[in-house]
């Protein structure tokens, strides 16, 4: 079946402008993720969602970041006023229920590479 | 956090030469431990789990070893090939609770 697909691939952006990124997760995984990559770097995560629970958000750098989860369908991570140190590849994963067993891996999309200029 | 530079620790092999990839986690109650395969401009790929019940696990060619004493888990890939050059992520998670906490990952590059 479909893996997790992400949206745009490629983003280039002006310093100050608001970018908006979509993800589309695995069909029936009720667990969302958000997490940053910057360029040689570990996956630092940002928000995670799971059913109708509240969304943990604990790792979102600033205010400027925000996400939203309609159901457990499609998720979108908007940055509003970009800064040049957003620039880093946003990865998406999806698993069935969140919960951190074997059978609950985490299934990533291939990310959006934004580069804010 | 802790910071990281720009460049990955790097570990290059010939091919058919076994690899071991370490990694040293951080939280002590973590019971829950994964290694993610990352190739250039892809999103990370599950290799193996371990919970934190075993000390070693294996797969097709892979085998992850952990030790929670000094909290520390590697990755042994045998007869290496030139197609599992890619980054190399450990992370760890508590039992019940979603969040994966990934290292800083190593670099693998095979030679033909």
């Known amino acids: 079946g479909a893996g997790v697909s992400q949206s745009p691939s490629n983003k280039v952006t002006e310093k100050g402008k608001d970018v908006e990124l979509r993800c589309d997760p695995i069909?029936?995984?009720?667990?969302l993720y958000w997490y940053r990559q910057r360029l040689g770097q570990g996956l630092e995560f940002l928000i995670y969602?799971?059913?109708?629970?509240?969304?943990?958000k604990s790792g979102l750098p600033s205010d400027r970041f925000s996400a939203e989860r309609t159901g457990e369908s499609v998720s979108t991570l908007t940055i509003q006023r970009t800064q040049q140190e957003d620039s880093a590849v946003y990865l998406c994963?999806?698993?069935?229920?969140?919960?951190?067993?074997?059978?609950?891996?985490?299934?990533f999309g291939p990310g959006t590479r934004l580069l804010v200029l | 956090g802790e910071s990281v530079g720009l460049h990955l620790p790097t570990l290059s092999v010939q091919e058919g030469d076994n690899s071991i990839i370490n990694c040293a986690y951080s939280?002590?109650?973590?019971?829950?431990f994964i290694w993610y395969k990352q190739e250039s401009g892809k999103g990370p790929q599950f290799i193996i789990d371990?919970?934190?019940?075993?000390d070693k696990r294996q797969g097709q060619r892979v085998t992850v070893l952990l030790n929670k004493t000094v909290k520390h888990l590697s990755l042994q890939i045998a007869a290496t090939q030139p197609g599992d050059s890619a980054v190399y992520f450990c992370a760890d998670a508590l039992s019940g609770y979603s969040t994966l906490t990934f290292g800083k990952g190593t670099m693998l590059l095979v030679s033909p």
């Open positions: 371990i919970r934190s019940n075993m």
């Open positions: 069909s029936g995984h009720t667990a």
């Open positions: 969602f799971q059913g109708n629970s509240a969304p943990d």
């Open positions: 994963a999806s698993s069935p229920s969140g919960r951190a067993f074997s059978q609950e891996t985490q299934y």
């Open positions: 939280n002590s109650a973590s019971d829950y």
